[in-house]
């Protein structure tokens, strides 16, 4: 199973206050043990939203609003995506990163193509299983 594990702003990544050598250091470590493990996929920090944008859509011409966005606590400072065998297992992984105290993230499973049951028409299967393998190459 697939999680993406969401790293949620604060006042701090909102305003650019980069993170300290001790902090990277800890997450380089963290990180390092993830993928040994090989549960770790992909993860990556993000700028503020003050040099991102949001589009939002309608029936009309999508509007775009730059940022920034205001309630860090509902932005996104990061993320992981990582390959376990449970929820559990995926909790168990994110209680031991070093995060500072008022610091959160939230884990969210990933959809798998089975979940989307006759949906997914063998020609989409097909097309996504194409796309997956040029992401990979």
């Known amino acids: 199973m697939r999680f993406m594990v969401i790293v949620k702003a604060s ?5 650019g206050v980069m993170p300290t050598t ?5 997450m380089g470590r963290f990180n390092e043990e993830m993928v040994r493990a090989g549960v770790m996929v992909a993860g990556e920090g993000l ?16 509007k775009v609003t730059r940022g920034p966005f205001s ?7 990061g993320f992981w995506l990582i390959e376990v065998g449970s929820l559990d297992e ?14 959160a993230i939230e884990i969210r499973q990933v ?7 006759e949906a997914l028409t063998p020609e989409l299967r097909e097309q996504e299983q194409r796309l997956r ?3 990979s190459s």
């Open 11 to 15: 006042a701090d990544s909102e305003a």
């Open 22 to 26: 001790e902090l990277l250091t800890a």
């Open 47 to 62: 700028q503020p939203s003050s040099k991102g944008a949001r589009v939002h859509f309608s029936e009309a011409e999508p």
């Open 71 to 77: 309630d860090p606590q509902s932005l996104i400072a």
């Open 90 to 103: 995926a909790i168990s992984w994110m209680k031991r990163a070093p995060f500072p105290s008022g610091d």
């Open 111 to 117: 959809f798998s193509a089975e979940d989307f049951g």
């Open 133 to 135: 393998a040029g992401l």
